[in-house]
């Protein structure tokens, strides 16, 4: 790094990482790109996520964080809700196949849950918490939503989890299908933290330059 670390991203994914960068840094003025780093990079542990809301686990993943390094802490918490499945898998999301982080399987058991359900029914949306924590206390919690329909079959080597099957509204391909640049404008990720910006924005305005 070209200089000290001065914020730090709750995930251990590399993908996550990168994507949560391109959506911060470019809204946060002149902040080293470098002193924006992960968990992984500062040898955090993962907390048990415990809550039962996306906003409970984001605000948990903060805090631990926060704790843990002595720095501002961002941290997210993000899910599919399957409107014929009453909102499943939402937070159990990244281990509905009972494997934490296995995406394809996750892919997999959705869509074989899903095989008979009709195109108009086959209505969803990705909802993301974002959470900034201070090791003073001081916590933010932004909400982002994008709604969309399940597509049969994966599609697009772009983006994690279940970007492959998600089709936004109005359109025709599925998230990963789309370029990061456009999934990062319309994403519940990228509509989430750039809500948190302004909160960011003010804490490290008070941190010292140096």
């Given at each position: 790094m070209t200089g000290p670390a001065r914020l730090v991203l709750?995930?251990?994914?590399?993908?996550?990482?990168g994507e949560l960068r391109?959506?911060?840094?470019?809204?946060?003025?002149?902040?080293?790109?470098?002193?924006?780093?992960?968990?992984?990079?500062?040898?955090?542990p993962e907390p048990v996520e415990d809550g039962v809301t996306f906003a409970e686990n984001a605000l948990i993943k903060a805090r631990a964080l926060a704790a843990h390094t002595g720095l501002p802490a961002v941290a997210d918490d993000s899910g599919?809700?399957?409107?014929?499945?009453?909102?499943?898998p939402g937070i159990f999301s990244a281990r509905w196949s009972g494997r934490h982080g296995d995406d394809r399987?996750?892919?997999?058991?959705l869509l074989a849950?899903?095989?008979?359900?009709?195109?108009?029914?086959?209505?969803?949306?990705?909802?993301?918490a974002a959470a900034l924590v201070t090791p003073e206390g001081e916590e933010h919690v932004e909400l982002g939503h994008l709604v969309g329909t399940l597509a049969t079959a994966p599609r697009g080597a772009h983006g994690f989890g279940y970007d492959p099957i998600l089709v936004p509204a109005g359109g025709d391909?599925?998230?990963?299908?789309?370029?990061?640049?456009?999934?990062?404008?319309?994403?519940?990720?990228?509509?989430?933290f750039r809500a948190l910006v302004p909160a960011v924005v003010?804490?490290?305005?008070?941190?010292?330059?140096?």
């Amino acid at each position: 790094m070209t200089g000290p670390a001065r914020l730090v991203l709750a995930t251990h994914n590399a993908h996550k990482l990168g994507e949560l960068r391109a959506i911060l840094v470019p809204a946060l003025p002149g902040l080293d790109p470098d002193s924006v780093v992960g968990a992984r990079d500062v040898g955090a542990p993962e907390p048990v996520e415990d809550g039962v809301t996306f906003a409970e686990n984001a605000l948990i993943k903060a805090r631990a964080l926060a704790a843990h390094t002595g720095l501002p802490a961002v941290a997210d918490d993000s899910g599919l809700s399957v409107d014929v499945l009453g909102g499943a898998p939402g937070i159990f999301s990244a281990r509905w196949s009972g494997r934490h982080g296995d995406d394809r399987a996750n892919l997999d058991l959705l869509l074989a849950q899903l095989s008979d359900i009709a195109p108009e029914h086959r209505a969803a949306r990705f909802t993301c918490a974002a959470a900034l924590v201070t090791p003073e206390g001081e916590e933010h919690v932004e909400l982002g939503h994008l709604v969309g329909t399940l597509a049969t079959a994966p599609r697009g080597a772009h983006g994690f989890g279940y970007d492959p099957i998600l089709v936004p509204a109005g359109g025709d391909l599925t998230c990963a299908e789309l370029a990061p640049e456009e999934k990062n404008r319309i994403s519940h990720r990228g509509q989430a933290f750039r809500a948190l910006v302004p909160a960011v924005v003010a804490v490290l305005g008070r941190e010292p330059r140096g």
